[in-house]
């Protein structure tokens, strides 16, 4: 009977983690889902959501998007993009990338100015301006081929 208790105690023990530990994670189809830009290191899903937020901040409109970025393991860095009609206020999210290092788990920042570069095979999106220890920040980068799908 004791031995029953005892495995009965410790598979309670392994689900109540595992459901800990997946309450904590944020995965790429719930950010999708939840309609942010998610990069997955290849297609951009809700792409459109993005170029929405770029056209809002042509017609100095206050717009807001969140990207999420996520590593080969698949954890996420969470880009949140504010864009006030003037300038754009970064929240990079670490907090859900176990392999952060000694990144801290949240940095702000805030921009004036979203620039495109077109490289050979990718458009790359950086924000310039930034009153941080680095001047510009990446934010996303999408493959021309899936660019082009898209009306401007």
């Known amino acids: 009977m004791r031995m029953i208790s005892k495995?009965?105690?410790?598979?309670l023990l392994v689900l109540l983690s595992m459901a800990l530990?997946?309450?904590?994670?944020?995965?790429?189809?719930?950010?999708?889902?939840?309609?942010?830009?998610?990069?997955?290191?290849?297609p951009v899903y809700n792409y459109p959501n993005f170029e929405s937020f770029l056209e809002s901040m042509e017609k100095n409109?206050?717009?807001?998007v969140r990207i999420a970025n996520y590593t080969l393991e698949g954890d996420p860095t969470l880009y949140n993009l504010v864009f006030d009609g003037t300038t754009i206020d970064l929240e990079i999210d670490r907090s859900k990338n176990k392999n952060r290092g000694?990144?801290?788990?949240?940095?702000?920042?805030?921009?004036?100015d979203i620039v495109e570069e077109v490289g050979?095979?990718?458009?790359?999106?950086t924000l310039?301006?930034?009153?941080?220890?680095?001047?510009?920040?990446?934010?996303?980068?999408?493959?021309?081929?899936?660019?082009?799908?898209?009306?401007?």
């Open 61 to 64: 409109e206050e717009a807001t």
């Open 7 to 11: 495995k009965v105690h410790l598979l």
């Open 120 to 125: 050979q095979q990718l458009f790359v999106y």
């Open 128 to 152: 310039t301006g930034c009153d941080s220890s680095v001047e510009s920040f990446t934010i996303l980068n999408v493959a021309k081929e899936q660019e082009e799908e898209h009306d401007h």
């Open 102 to 112: 000694n990144d801290s788990a949240k940095t702000n920042m805030t921009c004036k």
């Open 21 to 42: 530990s997946s309450a904590c994670s944020y995965d790429s189809e719930e950010a999708v889902l939840n309609g942010d830009v998610v990069n997955m290191h290849g």
